[in-house]
């Protein structure tokens, strides 16, 4: 019976380290997805690209805000949000916000000036890695936070769901331009991605009212 319980308790905490490790990685990721995805956007002046690259970032201040979530829920399952994460929420909040606002004005001027991007190739790479990426985290996340019944780490991979729905957005805009090369797919590729960033960013400050649960992360 001893035997049984530490058994137990030795896979609860090799699933609690691997949480931690995905959740560094998502750090890690996203920073590297940032920098290439907003050289390349700048360059190929793909607007929705270099805002995916933005809301990367982004997602690095609210990984870090998970990763001391899952350190938090390690130690105590039934313990509140720390003051660290609900600041990593707020600021990824406000930086949401934004995001949303510089990409809305950037799509209106560029629908105006009838603008358009010099390829979108780069973005159909990377939309195609995030897509890989984000869909293993998410089976990963769900089956970790089934077996240690935290609605936490569930939340994180349907937040990694959301950022699955932006891949998309970003791989639909940049192949339609690629072959069609309609002018203003671009705009409302970044309109499309706006809309997600907003409803990411008022998730995040409802979750920092809530003193229990964390959720919020949303890595590409």
């Known amino acids: 019976m001893m035997k049984a319980i530490t058994t137990s308790t030795d896979k609860i905490e090799k699933l609690y380290r691997l949480a931690l490790i995905l959740a560094i990685f998502t750090i890690i990721?996203?920073?590297?997805?940032?920098i290439i995805?907003?050289?390349?956007?700048?360059?190929?002046e793909s607007l929705v690209l270099f805002g995916f690259g933005v809301d990367s970032f982004i997602e690095v201040i609210s990984g870090l805000g998970i990763a001391t979530m899952v350190l938090r829920i390690q130690r105590n399952p039934d313990s509140n949000r720390n003051d660290?994460?609900?600041?990593?929420?707020?600021?990824t909040g406000f930086s949401f916000y934004i995001l949303v606002?510089?990409?809305?004005?950037?799509?209106?001027?560029?629908?105006?000036?009838n603008h358009k991007?010099?390829?979108?190739?780069?973005?159909?790479?990377?939309?195609?890695?995030?897509?890989?990426?984000?869909?293993?985290?998410?089976?990963l996340?769900?089956?970790i936070g089934k077996y240690l019944h935290s609605d936490a780490i569930i939340a994180d991979a349907e937040c990694a769901r959301v950022c699955m729905y932006m891949s998309i957005?970003?791989?639909?805009?940049?192949v339609i331009y690629h072959f069609f090369k309609i002018a203003y797919i671009d705009s409302i590729g970044t309109l499309g991605l706006s809309y997600f960033a907003?409803?990411?960013?008022?998730?995040?400050?409802?979750?920092?009212?809530?003193?229990?649960?964390?959720?919020c992360n949303h890595s590409h």
Do not use: Q
Request: overall charge neutral.
């Open 101 to 113: 606002i510089g990409l809305v004005i950037s799509s209106i001027y560029n629908l105006y000036t």
């Open 37 to 44: 995805s907003i050289y390349i956007g700048y360059e190929d």
């Open 169 to 174: 957005i970003l791989l639909t805009s940049s």
């Open 198 to 215: 907003f409803k990411e960013g008022k998730e995040c400050f409802d979750k920092a009212k809530n003193n229990t649960h964390c959720s």
């Open 29 to 34: 990721y996203n920073v590297a997805e940032g």
């Open 117 to 139: 991007p010099e390829t979108t190739f780069g973005g159909i790479l990377i939309a195609c890695i995030s897509l890989g990426i984000m869909w293993a985290l998410i089976i």
């Open 141 to 143: 996340k769900t089956r």
């Open 84 to 91: 660290f994460e609900r600041l990593a929420l707020r600021i």
